[in-house]
């Protein structure tokens, strides 16, 4: 592996850990003496994402962490909390087994776990998602969201 920092063309892996995202792997180079560190994930085939309008594209972590990342600005979620959410919705769309899916398939997870992971994330998402024009259908949704709430703390008691 190529150094990031120096540009060599190898460097020594001094240690290797496995969790649920992949292989980590710190490293080190012999030049520059900089260390950094590695993730080797295996490269799954994901199904082609159908848009609205009928293209279709690959789908992107990269492009889902993204609009994660936008929705749950300055709130108190941990980059790995967001992680673990688009392996989530990556693990589900890989099991449907389809070549294709619509991107509403997606969406609808994404919101789905918004709803359970942060509540101000949530209405942040669906004001996009969900197309949430004006305050009213913003209040119509938070009103729904907080009677949700509110039926579920009840049957807690």
Not at 8 to 20: G, S, Y
Not at 66 to 90: F, N
Request: hydrophobic fraction near 35%; aromatic fraction near 4%; charge should be positive.
């Amino acid at each position: 592996m190529q150094c990031p920092y120096c540009g060599a063309p190898r460097t020594h892996v001094i240690a290797t850990d496995h969790d649920a995202r992949g292989i980590r792997r710190r490293r080190e180079c012999p030049q520059c003496r900089q260390r950094f560190t590695t993730l080797e994930r295996a490269v799954l085939t994901t199904p082609l994402v159908i848009k609205r309008d009928g293209r279709r594209e690959e789908f992107s972590r990269e492009k889902l962490l993204a609009g994660l990342r936008t929705a749950c600005a300055r709130r108190p979620i941990s980059a790995d909390a967001l992680e673990r959410l688009a392996d989530r919705v990556e693990d589900y769309i890989r099991q449907t087994g389809r070549t294709e899916v619509p991107s509403k398939m997606i969406g609808d997870r994404v919101i789905a776990e918004l709803r359970e992971l942060d509540p101000v994330s949530y209405i942040r998402y669906a004001i996009v998602y969900l197309g949430l024009e004006d305050l009213a259908a913003v209040r119509a949704e938070i009103n729904r969201l907080l009677e949700g709430e509110s039926s579920s703390s009840r049957d807690l008691g």
